[in-house]
């Protein structure tokens, strides 16, 4: 964050903290398949949580407003936010409830899958959220996801009065609510997401969505913008005009669980910039990208200068 704490946060992110519980895996198993996994390690993670970090390690004054529990975890996860410089002051303790955790398999590409078990994530109400509206609505960018409640997330965008960016994820089960897509300035699914949204969940397999059906599928969103993650292949940035591909960095990656969290984050390090969305892609892409190249979620989210010497 930046040095002077008496100013406010330039991003508020309003999501959740889990604990990751993580084991290497030679191939991520199917239904049915049980396959011996490498040493477990406990990280911090929670999507809300890595955005936060992920924003305040590109040198952005960032605050948090979520829940965790009265546990060793809550503590751990509150205490990974604080020394990346993130505000917590909005952090709050469910007392008797278990923090999130998710159990995460990665396997030797990169490539993970992951089960989430919300804890007291699940806890976070409307009042919580409004009791830091002063807050939410001095920043410039609220940034929000879909691992706390919906009610959560619709108050946040009701306080903010910044640039909202939604991050939809998980996959939303029933469509969103018209009156909280209305006040979402940019959203920002990957593939399997896009595709849900919009209704055409076949379109995204193991592949994932081609870009030109990226730009129709994010077209018929109720949204004034998208950028799309599409992996590899960087992102599309589609507007109800123009639809720009931009590319990502050529990397080998080796774990790419907080990738699309990194990717939003500094999306809205650029945004604060007053970047404009395909400027604010092209940085959240090498982000992105360079954010793969290190194990685990918090300890892979990459400082500006990390960002060049990784990818260099």
């Known amino acids: 964050m930046a040095d002077d704490p008496r100013a406010g946060p330039e991003v508020v992110v309003v999501g959740s903290a889990n604990l990751d519980l993580v084991v290497e895996v030679e191939t991520v198993p199917v239904a049915?398949?049980?396959?011996r996994g490498g040493d477990l390690r406990r990280i911090p993670g929670g999507k809300g949580a890595n955005q936060a970090v992920a924003a305040s390690r590109l040198g952005r004054r960032v605050a948090m407003i979520g829940r965790v529990g009265d546990d060793d975890a809550g503590a751990m996860l509150r205490a990974a936010m604080d020394s990346s410089g993130v505000d917590t002051a909005g952090l709050l303790t469910t007392d008797g409830t278990a923090s999130g955790t998710a159990l995460i398999a990665v396997g030797t590409d990169g490539d993970n899958a992951i089960v989430v078990s919300p804890g007291a994530n699940g806890r976070l109400s409307s009042d919580?959220?409004?009791?830091a509206?002063?807050?939410?609505g001095a920043a410039a960018v609220a940034l929000l996801q879909l691992e706390v409640p919906l009610e959560a997330v619709a108050?946040?965008?009701r306080c903010a009065r910044g640039t909202v960016v939604l991050n939809p994820a998980p996959a939303p089960a029933a469509p969103l609510p018209a009156e909280l897509l209305d006040r979402v300035d940019v959203i920002v699914p990957n593939q399997t997401e896009l595709a849900t949204m919009a209704g055409h969940a076949g379109l995204s397999p193991i592949g994932?969505?081609?870009p030109e059906t990226a730009v129709a599928l994010a077209r018929g969103l109720p949204v004034a913008a998208a950028v799309v993650t599409l992996g590899a292949a960087g992102a599309m940035v589609v507007t109800p005009t123009d639809a720009t591909h931009v590319p990502a960095p050529t990397v080998v990656p080796v774990d790419t669980t907080a990738a699309g969290d990194a990717f939003c984050a500094a999306?809205?390090?650029?945004?604060v910039s007053g970047a404009d969305l395909v400027s604010a892609a092209e940085w959240a892409v090498k982000v992105g990208a360079a954010t793969t190249l290190r194990h685990g979620a918090q300890p892979s989210l990459p400082t500006p200068?990390?960002?060049e010497?990784?990818?260099s």
């Open 208 to 210: 994932g969505v081609d």
């Open 32 to 35: 049915g398949e049980t396959v």
């Open 155 to 157: 108050a946040a965008v």
């Open 128 to 131: 919580d959220v409004e009791r």
């Open 133 to 136: 509206a002063d807050v939410l």
């Open 305 to 307: 200068a990390e960002i």
């Open 309 to 311: 010497h990784l990818l």
């Open 267 to 271: 999306l809205a390090d650029a945004l």
